[in-house]
Nanobody
Framework: QVQLVESGGGLVQAGGSLRLSCAAS????????MGWFRQAPGKEREFVAA????????YYADSVKGRFLISRDNAKNTVYLQMNSLKPEDTAVYYC??????????????????WGQGTQVTVSS
């Protein structure tokens, strides 16, 4: 059983930065993958980034590649999303997700088992 709690959202001007955190309660095993999704008003939920817990290999959506950085702290059971060069189109509720995955899959389309409540990110022009 895993519970996820996001934090770090807020209001920022275009070009600014924010760092989101997702703290997991419960044991995280080496087979876990943790990621970030976002959902803007009137749009479907969109994959942002994911990271494998053991190797720490990151995966990014093309829309954020080069601007966002995902990382994890195994000792703290926490995954981070550093967001730089923010744009108004990045405005959304950002959700943390996690699941046990024992083989290679498409981390963007995988149906994750555990989800956080979300944190609002608003980027002004």
């Amino acid at each position: 059983q895993v519970q996820l709690v996001e934090s770090g959202g807020g209001l920022v001007q275009a070009g600014g930065s924010l760092r989101l955190s997702c703290a997991a309660s419960g044991r995280i095993f080496s087979s876990y993958v943790m990621g970030w999704f976002r959902q803007a008003p009137g749009k479907e939920r969109e994959f942002v980034a994911a990271i494998s817990w053991s190797a720490g290999k990151p995966y990014y959506a093309d829309s954020v590649k080069g601007r966002f950085l995902i990382s994890r702290d195994n000792a703290k059971n926490t995954v981070y999303l550093q967001m730089n060069s923010l744009k108004p189109e990045d405005t959304a509720v950002y959700y943390c997700a996690a699941d046990q995955i024992f083989q290679y899959v498409d981390y963007a389309s995988w149906k994750y088992k555990y989800w956080g409540q979300g944190t609002q990110v608003t980027v002004s022009s």
